[in-house]
């Protein structure tokens, strides 16, 4: 049923009867956080964390993917020709800003991450510009930049990141993560728009830093899903959801390359060449092939994620795809730790059930949140353990001159710790970030 906003009246979601929200961070108008930046626009994954007061700290991704000058203070800057990063905000239960702030600028393409159980917060680059690599499909230079792209970076919650990025991590069109505590490994999904993706493992060093923080460390090694007895399986394909598969896990040799370039130049290494580097090892060495795998989450020794073309007629080949890598509407896989085996737990039939699901996160009672990312009418889903998918959210945005924005994606979905709580973003030029509250028990979240 249509709602209005508690920030201004305005009907922009649809939601079921009994539940409320507020946007906030509406980059229609300029934004200037408390350190003086301006926030950018395209707000996308993002993390939650518990704060004093009953407060929250969010940890929010802006996945800006042109060249120009990075929007933080100076301590937060990985390269100062990159527009990207994440920003941190205080937030009420009721979606009311408390503070905000820069916490990593000079990255490029912030897509999602994952929340690290110590606190902090995993942002991940959906790129692999850089100076010694050729523009990307927006044909922007890459000369102007100054550092290699397509890296992880960690935020601590609390603070600023320190804007190195962990290199082992690998270099690739990263989307996002989900942690393992009781294994310690980092899994990380790979959307490589017009090619085949891989699934990953990080398997780190974790290390104490200044006594106070832990977190990830370089130096780890990287790994890639295949499927035991069939090298180079084909799961983009369309499959009988319930599929289970014994998985294992390759080496990744070169998980970080650097390109040959001159200096002021355009880098001889095409864009396309290097977004297939690291995957292009993984199947060599016999690594599944996916289409597009954007969200995950980790939820009791089981790591969930989404394939968002997956789950159609196969391709035939890695690529390339020009209306990007699988032909169906979307699959949600599950990753089951300690078994070491991956099954489908739900593939859509089509457009009108599950239209193209990106990222993901659990709610405490370990139903999956799925948002939609097509260019028709936009949901946030729930779907069960079981894979019984229905409704939650439905965007009806319109903007300040009338124009209708029904089709902007939902990004980012991330429950408060205490489950009160579900702040997601729309991820558009003039994005925003909503928090929305109800008897989530009552429809099955």
Known sequence: ???????????????????????????ESPVVLDDGAVLPGRHDGMGAFAWRDGHYVLVRNHEIALPGPAFGP??????????????????????????????LSGTQSNCSGGVMPWGSWISCEETVNGPDVGPDYTGASNVGLRERHGFVFEVPADGVSDAQPITAAGRFSHESVAYDPAGGVLYLTEDNFGYASCFYRYLPIRRMDEGRHTRLADGGRLQALAVKGRPNCDLAAEQTPGTVYPVHWVDIDDPAPSFPYTPGQDAPTINDEALCHVSGQGRASGAAWFSRLEGAAFDRGVVYFTSTQGGGPPEGSVGPAANGFGNGYGQVWAYHTTEQMLRLVYQSPGP??????DNITTSPRGTLIVAEDHNNDNYLRG??????????????????????RS????????????GRTLFVNIQAESGMTFAIWGPWSRIGV
Request: proline share 7%.
């Open 383 to 404: 779907l069960s353990r079981d894979g019984a998918l229905f409704s939650i959210a439905l965007n009806r945005i319109v903007g300040s001159t009338g124009a209708d």
């Open 352 to 357: 009108d059930t599950l239209d193209y699901p």
């Open 74 to 103: 100076a301590s937060t800057i990985y390269d100062p020709a990159a527009a990207g990063g994440t920003t941190t905000i205080e937030v009420t239960d009721r979606g009311e800003v408390l503070r905000s702030r820069a916490s």
């Open 407 to 418: 089709g902007d994606e939902f990004a980012g979905p991330a429950f408060s710790p205490d």
């Open 1 to 27: 049923m249509p709602l209005p906003d508690l920030r201004d009246g305005q009907v922009r979601l649809w939601l079921p009867e009994g539940f409320g929200y507020r946007s906030f961070h509406d980059t």
